[in-house]
């Protein structure tokens, strides 16, 4: 599924505004083999290292900032379109129990902090709310079937 994520959004962005923050030795060699700056995650835990990627953003003149879940087997880059297109600050691609962040695109980078885990969605409109910024929320089969539990890989599996 990573593969999968990372080969879309090359075909949407050029490799070197792809920003990976991750462990895995070998999940950061194959994006630096298409060009993505790959960075060693500093910090423990999701939000931590997306804000590792945000700073690096900022610090690299990005304009805008689109995080990106990597358990996205449906992903398109018609999907990744839909939020570049997005008619507000904040665009936020739920899951398919309008509970859940798959995808946050912030313009500009860093407006608001993340808030992934229990009710991110909840969490992440609040805090666009709390500082004024619009946001809308987009629902996309291709965005909102994540991969989070065994039942969902056997649903993924069987269709």
């Known amino acids: 599924m990573f593969r999968h994520v990372l080969n879309i959004a090359s075909t949407v962005f050029k490799s070197d505004r792809i920003i990976l923050i991750s462990r895995s030795e070998a999940l ?12 060693r995650e500093a910090g423990c835990g999701l939000n931590v290292a997306l804000e590792q990627g945000a700073r690096i953003a900022i610090a690299r ?24 297109e997005a008619p507000a600050p904040i665009a936020i691609a739920t899951d398919r129990m309008r509970l859940g962040t798959n995808a946050l695109l912030m313009r500009p980078p860093g407006a608001i902090r993340f808030h992934y885990g229990l009710d991110s969605l909840a969490a992440h409109l609040a805090a666009a709310r709390a500082i004024g910024l619009e946001a809308v929320v987009l629902e996309r089969p291709g ?12 649903e993924l599996r069987k269709g």
Not at 28 to 39: K, N
Not at 61 to 83: K, N, T
Not at 143 to 154: E, F, G, H, R
């Open 28 to 39: 950061l060699d194959e994006a630096r083999a298409i060009g993505a700056l790959a960075v």
């Open 61 to 84: 003149g990005a304009d805008a900032l689109l995080c990106l879940s990597s358990d996205l087997p449906g992903l398109s880059a018609d999907d990744i379109r839909a939020l570049i």
């Open 143 to 154: 965005l909102a079937n994540d991969i989070d539990t065994p039942a969902d890989l056997a």
